[in-house]
């Protein structure tokens, strides 16, 4: 069976919302059309440094106008980071964010079941793994404010062990770090991580979770997407 771009976007749409990386506000789940004037200012605001980021509206092919549009019907208010790296590709782009989506807004109804502090703690693990500095400063106040530790947190960026941990976050943590250091898990830690996910689609869902995250942080480290002014680098 041939599967082409159009018809994995119906698949991808029918399971997912949009994609997001940065901390711009979320817009609610059944939301209007964006506006020209929106799309307009969004797209101004995008900023590339290796990868050549269009940021005129008049100036996009009609595919880009889509994914935009896309991107600012769903839950994200903005267009930023890995969505502004893929504008150049947005066949590729609409795809991902709609699949990013899933996993970013996790705890949604109709989006991924882990719980969203958890979904975090994955997710800097990632960041960590690629020393993505964008995704670390997009992630990692929401994990704080979540409920991970400031100190565990740290502990993530500066490469170490964190020395205490809840129980559910320790499952995870043990879970992520596994997985991205040796590819592969123990039957031990699968079983951890899915008692405190609630079984096989909770584990899936946070490896879809890290899998996408992945994909954010090659995109920014690829373009070398800048921080915003004043912004402080965690990893350099």
């Known amino acids: 069976m041939r599967f082409?771009?159009?018809?994995?976007?119906?698949?991808?749409?029918a399971i997912t919302g949009?994609?997001?990386?940065?901390?711009?506000?979320?817009?609610a789940q059944d939301t209007a059309a964006p506006t020209i004037e929106q799309l307009r200012q969004s797209v101004s605001r995008l900023r590339g440094n290796r990868i050549q980021t269009p940021n005129n509206w008049d100036t996009l092919t009609p595919q880009q106008r889509k994914y935009a549009e896309s991107i600012l019907s769903g839950p994200r208010s903005d267009i930023s980071g890995p969505l502004g790296v893929m504008m150049v590709s947005p066949e590729l782009g609409d795809l991902a964010q709609k699949a990013v989506a899933y996993s970013r807004f996790a705890g949604r109804e109709g989006f991924s079941t882990v719980p969203p502090k958890l979904n975090e703690r994955a997710i800097l693990v990632v960041a960590k793994h690629w020393s993505a500095e964008y995704v670390w400063n997009?992630?990692?106040n929401a994990a704080v404010r979540l409920g991970i530790s400031p100190d565990v947190v740290e502990a993530i960026r500066n490469g170490k062990h964190p020395a205490a941990m809840e129980r559910d976050v320790e499952a995870v943590y043990n879970f992520a770090a596994e997985f991205m250091r040796d590819r592969e898990v123990?039957?031990?830690?699968?079983?951890?991580?899915?008692?405190?996910?609630?079984?096989d689609r909770g584990v899936v869902d946070l490896v879809g979770t890290m899998a996408l995250y992945q994909l954010s942080s090659m995109m920014v480290s690829l373009d070398q997407t800048p921080l915003a002014a004043g912004t402080k680098p965690y990893f350099r």
């Open 4 to 13: 082409t771009l159009a018809s994995l976007a119906v698949v991808f749409a």
């Open 18 to 27: 949009t994609f997001a990386v940065t901390r711009t506000p979320a817009r």
């Open 138 to 140: 997009a992630h990692h």
């Open 186 to 199: 123990s039957d031990a830690t699968l079983q951890a991580a899915k008692n405190v996910l609630g079984g």
